[in-house]
């Protein structure tokens, strides 16, 4: 079901059919080592795991990292069972050329590339293509991300189970309806840079109020993982969870009347539209 969260869980209790796949990464910047890393964490072996790497100093850097095969991206279309396409927006178009021709039907192709909708793909694939369309998030990195997931033309439950099965390793998975993507890539994809550049901003504050930058950053962060951790757990709406550390005229009311007169609601809605919009942007000038 569209919107319901599945949370990750261990490779010992997932079937072991997936690993019977080989997976090819084509493609392997910051997000596709991000799913390398993760397969191979949750157990994956890595004789089952492909790489392509445009730079070949970034696939000697990532074979003896992971200890996984580097192969062209047409040898990687034929040998995997899988193909996770992770090169940028701007590349797919030229990638996709070039590996069609050698893509066997019925092979899954799951998407990484930002804004870019599955029909793009499906156009340049062989007929019939499963093509399933992903948006995570660098949290992925240590095993908290996020993970949206869309069926695109072909895809069956069973290939939505797969996409899933890749990346409950690195965090949680929810499948939303691939008219959502963009808003998805605006609020988690993007989102950890929001709190980063929060945290940054009171950081700088705390020493602003004369705390050294160590014990600021200290405080900081173990406060952001505790309410992260509270906003998870305690199963509580976020408005009861600030009302709870809101006293009537104490400190903490002070503080947020000046974030609402300075217009913070309004700043994040204008981001998440603007990062919406540039998502929409990029797919329109790959095409």
Same mark, same amino acid.
């Given at each position: 079901?569209?919107?319901?969260?599945?949370?990750?869980?261990?490779?010992c209790e997932r079937s072991f059919a997936l690993t019977k796949h080989? &997976?090819? &990464?084509?493609? !392997?910047?910051?997000?596709?080592?991000?799913?390398?890393?993760?397969?191979?964490?949750?157990?994956?072996?890595?004789?089952?795991?492909?790489?392509?790497?445009?730079?070949?100093?970034?696939?000697?850097?990532?074979?003896?990292?992971?200890?996984?095969?580097? =192969?062209?991206?047409?040898? $990687?279309?034929?040998?995997?069972?899988? *193909?996770?396409?992770?090169?940028?927006?701007?590349?797919?178009?030229?990638?996709?050329?070039?590996?069609? /021709?050698? +893509?066997?039907?019925?092979?899954?192709? &799951?998407?990484?590339?930002?804004?870019?909708?599955? %029909? @793009? @793909?499906?156009?340049?694939?062989?007929?019939?293509?499963?093509?399933?369309?992903?948006? !995570?998030?660098?949290? $992925? *990195?240590?095993?908290?991300?996020?993970?949206?997931?869309?069926?695109?033309?072909?895809?069956?439950?069973?290939?939505?189970?797969?996409? #899933?099965?890749? @990346?409950?390793?690195?965090?949680?998975?929810?499948?939303?309806? #691939?008219?959502?993507?963009?808003?998805?890539?605006?609020?988690? %994809?993007?989102?950890?840079?929001? @709190?980063?550049? *929060?945290?940054?901003?009171?950081?700088?504050?705390?020493?602003?109020?004369?705390? /050294?930058? /160590?014990?600021?950053?200290? *405080?900081? =962060?173990?406060?952001?993982?505790?309410?992260? !951790?509270?906003?998870?757990?305690?199963?509580?709406?976020?408005?009861? +969870?600030?009302?709870?550390?809101?006293?009537?005229?104490? !400190?903490?009311? $002070?503080?947020?009347?000046?974030?609402?007169?300075?217009?913070?609601?309004?700043?994040?809605? $204008?981001?998440?539209?603007?990062?919406?919009?540039?998502?929409?942007?990029?797919?329109?000038?790959?095409?």
């Amino acid at each position: 079901m569209p919107g319901a969260a599945r949370p990750r869980h261990s490779f010992c209790e997932r079937s072991f059919a997936l690993t019977k796949h080989t &997976v090819a &990464v084509l493609g !392997t910047g910051k997000m596709g080592e991000v799913v390398l890393a993760g397969l191979l964490r949750s157990g994956w072996p890595a004789d089952r795991l492909l790489i392509t790497a445009r730079r070949p100093e970034r696939g000697a850097e990532l074979s003896g990292k992971y200890g996984v095969a580097v =192969v062209g991206n047409v040898e $990687a279309a034929a040998r995997a069972d899988i *193909l996770a396409i992770g090169v940028k927006p701007q590349d797919a178009g030229k990638l996709l050329d070039e590996i069609g /021709p050698a +893509l066997p039907a019925g092979k899954l192709v &799951v998407s990484l590339c930002a804004g870019l909708p599955t %029909g @793009f @793909f499906a156009a340049r694939l062989p007929e019939g293509t499963p093509v399933i369309r992903v948006m !995570t998030n660098t949290p $992925a *990195l240590v095993d908290q991300g996020m993970t949206a997931i869309s069926a695109g033309p072909h895809a069956t439950e069973e290939h939505l189970a797969l996409a #899933e099965e890749m @990346f409950r390793p690195v965090g949680s998975t929810v499948r939303v309806p #691939e008219s959502q993507q963009d808003a998805v890539t605006a609020l988690s %994809g993007s989102g950890p840079a929001y @709190f980063y550049l *929060l945290v940054e901003a009171m950081i700088d504050a705390g020493v602003l109020l004369g705390l /050294p930058r /160590p014990v600021a950053h200290e *405080l900081i =962060v173990q406060t952001a993982i505790g309410s992260a !951790t509270m906003l998870r757990d305690a199963g509580e709406h976020p408005v009861k +969870l600030r009302e709870a550390v809101t006293s009537p005229a104490g !400190t903490t009311a $002070a503080a947020l009347r000046q974030l609402e007169i300075h217009g913070v609601r309004a700043a994040m809605s $204008a981001a998440l539209e603007a990062a919406r919009d540039r998502a929409r942007e990029i797919a329109a000038q790959a095409v």
